[in-house]
């Protein structure tokens, strides 16, 4: 069964470092979605992808944050510099339409900012 | 606003018994929902979806019910086993807006 692959797994940087995070979505879904999930809480959109282009950014704090997705396939999110309060997993997923419920999701990357 | 929100935070239920996990949801312009399960440490998982012109859809064990009326969406687990254990989310989507919005989720544990 394809899958969607998420590195790194796991993440420990302290405050004002620079991470990055990378997605590689199931073959042929050009629709790509990073997600944050702060412990305890549901997963809250960051940015939506059709292809290449940023559909949606708007929860994205630009400030800090950046994603793209260049070749309309994988893509990576960035943070810099990180603040304790981005410690969360970061999760991506995927959809083979422009919009579908149906969202797969890879295992995430979990951060720690210290 | 787009909020969905659950009435419990946790459920305990027996094995084999049946379980009832909740999820109010507050935008009348959401016409499509979906029940996801998260096991720990992975990411979620698709379950059941269901569209506002339903008021009922079913699946392998899981039911899915809609009340547009109260803005209530339930999804029904019957004879529960120890491998449904996990956070159960439900999401909506805005009609027009293209974004699926997150509940805070419902952790269920299975007694033996």
């Known amino acids: 069964e394809a899958e969607v692959a998420q590195s790194p797994r796991y993440k420990i940087t302290e405050k004002s470092q620079a991470v990055a995070f990378w997605c590689d979505p199931i073959?042929?879904?050009?629709?790509l979605y990073w997600y944050r999930q702060i412990l305890g809480q549901g997963p809250e959109l960051l940015v939506q992808f059709q292809d290449e282009s940023v559909v949606d950014d708007s929860q994205l704090p630009k400030d800090r944050f950046s994603a793209e997705r260049l070749k309309g396939v994988d893509s990576t999110l960035k943070i810099q510099p990180a603040e304790l309060g981005d410690s969360a997993m970061y999760l991506c997923?995927?959809?083979?339409?422009?919009?579908?419920?149906?969202?797969?999701f890879g295992e995430g990357s979990r951060l720690t900012v210290l | 606003g787009e909020s969905v929100g659950l009435h419990l935070p946790t459920l305990s239920v027996q094995e084999g018994d049946n379980s009832i996990i909740n999820c109010a949801y507050s935008?009348?312009?959401?016409?499509?929902f979906i029940w996801y399960k998260q096991e720990s440490g992975k990411g979620p998982q698709f379950i059941i979806d269901?569209?506002?012109?339903?008021d009922k859809r079913q699946g392998q064990r899981v039911t899915v019910l809609l009340n547009k009326t109260v803005k209530h969406l339930s999804l029904q687990i019957a004879a529960t086993q120890p491998g449904d254990s996990a956070v159960y989310f439900c999401a909506e989507n805005v009609a027009g807006a293209q974004k699926l919005v997150f509940g805070q989720g419902t952790r269920l544990t299975i007694n033996p």
């Open positions: 269901i569209r506002s012109n339903m």
């Open positions: 073959s042929g879904h050009a629709t």
């Open positions: 935008n009348s312009a959401s016409d499509y």
């Open positions: 997923a995927c959809s083979s339409g422009r919009y579908t419920g149906e969202l797969f």
